[in-house]
Structures are given as C-alpha cells and as structure tokens.
C-alpha cells in the first residue's frame, strides 16, 4: 500500500518560513520524481517544485528563489523548504510521486497540509 504523508503546514505571518516534508512507503522512493503541488481555495492544483530521481530540480516561477525542493532517499521523505512566505502562498499543499513508463505514468498523490500566511 502506498502512503504519501505531510506534514509541517500550519499557520505564518508573512516573511516568515515553513519546512514541509513528506514521508513515502510502499513505493521505490529513489526512483520516483517526487513534487509539490499547492491548491488554493477555488483555484486549480499547480506546481509548486519537483525533484528527480537524479535530483534536477524545476521551480514555478512564483516561488524560484523562495523555495527549495529537496530529498533524503535514506529516509524516503522529500522537503519543501519555504522562506520569505507571501500571504499568496496560501493553500493546501500536496505531496506527489510521478513515475514515467514506456506505455503510461504513475502518480500518487498524499492528503495535503495546509498552509496559511497572513499579511
């Protein structure tokens, strides 16, 4: 069985920092591309950051510089280091593991933490 947990959301004023991790199981952790996606109210999911297995990294454009992805495949948990919080990066935070196939993908997907920053 498959589990993507979050944790490390809550409540920030503006400026200030979150760490996010995620803990996976039940899948080969090293191998997959591992993301976050937020999901504000109303408004579609988005990217947030990925990582690959080679540990590449790509950054929406609203967050590059702010933000760091980051994976310690020892522990089967990747991270999302978030500075200089904008009351704009309010939302609910999604952990995502994404393996592409010759013939399709696999994604799964944890439950989400949320994230408030107030102004």
């Known amino acids: 069985q498959v589990q993507l947990v979050e944790s490390g959301g809550g409540l920030v004023q503006a400026g200030e920092s979150l760490r996010l991790s995620c803990a996976a199981s039940?899948?080969?952790?090293?191998?997959?591309?591992m993301g976050w996606y937020r999901q504000a109210p109303g408004k579609q999911r988005d990217l947030v950051a990925t990582?690959?297995?080679?540990?590449?990294?790509n950054y929406a454009d609203s967050v590059k510089g702010r933000f760091t992805i980051s994976r310690d495949n020892a522990k089967n948990t990747v991270y999302l280091q978030m500075d200089r919080l904008k009351p704009e990066d309010t939302a609910v935070y999604f952990c995502?593991?994404?393996?592409?196939?010759?013939?399709?993908?696999?994604?799964?997907w944890g439950q989400g933490t949320q994230v408030i920053v107030s102004s």
């Open positions: 995502n593991a994404h393996r592409s196939f010759a013939l399709g993908h696999r994604d799964y």
């Open positions: 990582i690959t297995s080679a540990g590449s990294t």
């Open positions: 039940g899948i080969m952790f090293s191998i997959y591309t």
